[in-house]
């Protein structure tokens, strides 16, 4: 008696499904992760900047003039970009926008003199923010 060496069709067919499904799962949930690791650059970002503000304020008594914040908004942003507006000189509101291209395209978090910090839209597939949850940071 010889027998073949080898898989049968049937078995390699076992495995690419168990592969496929394995890949169903874990593609997605490794996107969620990359996405949330590129949020840190956001509220990084902003509550540095809030500090910076805070020092300028109490430098010069006010948040900027002019219309212009007091602080420059940072450059070399890698998955955002940010803007700073002046609504008085005693008063701001600095916001972070997810880049087009990113996996955080349109995202927006934002930040004030009185350390509120909001959601203004999540990543793409998050949904949308509910009005209580976006009275805070959300990054998960």
Same mark, same amino acid.
């Given at each position: 008696m010889h027998r073949s060496q080898g898989f049968t069709l049937i078995e390699l067919l076992v495995v690419v499904s168990i592969?496929?499904? @394995?890949?169903?799962?874990?593609?997605?949930?490794?996107?969620?992760?990359l996405q949330r690791g590129d949020l840190v650059e956001a509220t990084q970002g902003l509550s540095q900047y809030r500090v910076q503000m805070e020092q300028y304020y109490q430098d010069n008594g006010n948040y900027g003039t002019g219309g212009a914040c007091g602080i420059a908004a940072p450059t070399g942003l890698?998955?955002?970009?940010?803007?700073c507006v @002046?609504?008085?000189n005693q008063a701001y509101t600095a916001t972070m926008t997810g880049n087009?291209?990113?996996q955080v395209a349109g995202a927006t978090y934002l930040i004030?003199?009185?350390?509120?910090?909001?959601?203004?839209?999540?990543p793409p597939g998050w949904g949308a923010p509910t009005a209580a949850a976006s009275t805070s940071w959300i990054v998960r």
């Open positions: 592969i496929a499904i @394995l890949a169903a799962i874990g593609v997605p949930a490794y996107s969620r992760y890698v998955n955002f970009t940010m803007t @002046l609504n008085t087009a291209g990113s004030n003199q009185a350390n509120t910090q909001s959601t203004g839209q999540l």
